[in-house]
């Protein structure tokens, strides 16, 4: 008789673990943007335009997701400035659940992202601007996070959604050559929700780089093949619904966003070089940074009940330091951004 209550309780079990995984269902989302931006103000025929033709995600199983990003970049006059670039992420997540005993909860990241110029105000992760620094175009890394937000008390003030360190590698190629390179470091990943329709985000960047082939950090001929880089990436967000039509399809907002986009240091000056003779050809920078504040006003309108589109006009206002010197003078962008999204 016990063996046979075993039995039953095992075969319902096993049907309900079976059901389950029957009735989950993948789901995402897609969307499509096209973004113009405008001449800074001490510019003229410099504005171009940003086109992201697949972004997504997707809800794998119940522990399985990814994400995915294509943007291209092109200038919109004849010359220099009309020189295209693109750039493309793809980035894969499992959830491995509580770790035993704690309420610390593990997350794997593998990512891959491709970057042919660096873009200030993009969020292009650091260890892909490092490749690009050495001359590399190609990213594949793996993170484990190890997220404490648990541990944190929420209260009406601030909420702690993230709190994430993260041992991680990377491996950076080039496009057909045989020089790559290789970091090592431990990263902090949060993300924070505050009163008021505020938010925020802090991310901190620790590695070491290895790569293949020297590279030229003095102009009077010193090179290395390794160089220390931390950076630092704080962002702080506001959405505000100024206005909702009754049946809610349409919503005007005002947005903001603003902050690092990242400060970024290296223990060596990493300076251009050709390949023929090691001449120096640019100065390099001890560390560089973004620092921005982009209000937006935006309209959303819902067509169906998973597919919204939307129009916003924003004003970028940035201070953009690549030299390891004085900061630059603040300067003013026009934006305007049109898009849509659907859900499955």
Do not use: C
Not at 18 to 27: G, L, R, V
Not at 68 to 87: I, P
Not at 128 to 144: D, F, R, V
Not at 150 to 179: C, E, H, L, R, W
Request: glycine share 6%; net charge neutral.
């Amino acid at each position: 008789m016990k063996r046979l209550a075993i039995l039953a309780a095992s075969i319902l079990i096993l049907g309900t673990v079976t059901q389950a995984a029957e009735t989950f269902k993948p789901y995402g989302s897609v969307s499509q943007e096209a973004e113009y931006f405008g001449n800074y103000d001490t510019e003229s025929n410099k504005d171009y335009m940003r086109f992201t033709p697949i972004s997504g995600n997707l809800q794998i199983s119940e522990k399985a997701s990814a994400d995915f990003r294509g943007r291209y970049k092109f200038g919109l006059h004849d010359g220099d400035d009309k020189t295209s670039s693109s750039d493309f992420r793809a980035r894969w997540y499992y959830n491995h659940g509580t770790l035993e005993n704690t309420k610390i909860d593990l997350k794997s990241m593998v990512r891959f992202e491709k970057t042919t110029k660096y873009q200030e105000g993009v969020n292009i992760d650091p260890n892909s601007l490092m490749a690009s620094a050495i001359g590399l175009e190609y990213t594949a890394e793996y993170n484990l996070k190890f997220d404490f937000a648990k541990y944190f008390p929420s209260n009406s003030f601030i909420t702690v959604d993230q709190f994430s360190i993260t041992p991680s590698y990377a491996y950076m190629f080039g496009n057909g050559k045989a020089n790559h390179a290789q970091t090592l470091g431990v990263d902090l990943y949060s993300d924070y929700t505050l009163p008021w329709g505020f938010s925020a985000e802090l991310n901190i960047y620790s590695f070491q780089t290895w790569a293949s082939e020297r590279r030229a950090i003095s102009s009077s001929g010193q090179s290395t093949d390794n160089f220390y880089t931390t950076a630092v990436e704080a962002y702080l967000y506001y959405n505000h619904t100024l206005y909702t039509t009754e049946d809610n399809a349409t919503r005007f907002k005002f947005l903001f966003e603003g902050g690092f986009d990242p400060y970024q240091w290296s223990n060596k000056r990493v300076y251009g070089i050709t390949r023929a003779n090691d001449k120096v050809i640019s100065n390099g920078a001890e560390y560089n940074y973004t620092l921005y504040a982009e209000p937006q006003l935006r309209i959303d309108h819902t067509l169906t009940e998973t597919t919204n589109v939307y129009l916003g006009v924003k004003g970028h206002y940035t201070n953009l330091n690549t030299k390891g010197t004085s900061a630059s003078h603040w300067r003013w962008q026009p934006r305007v951004v049109v898009g849509w999204s659907t859900k499955f």
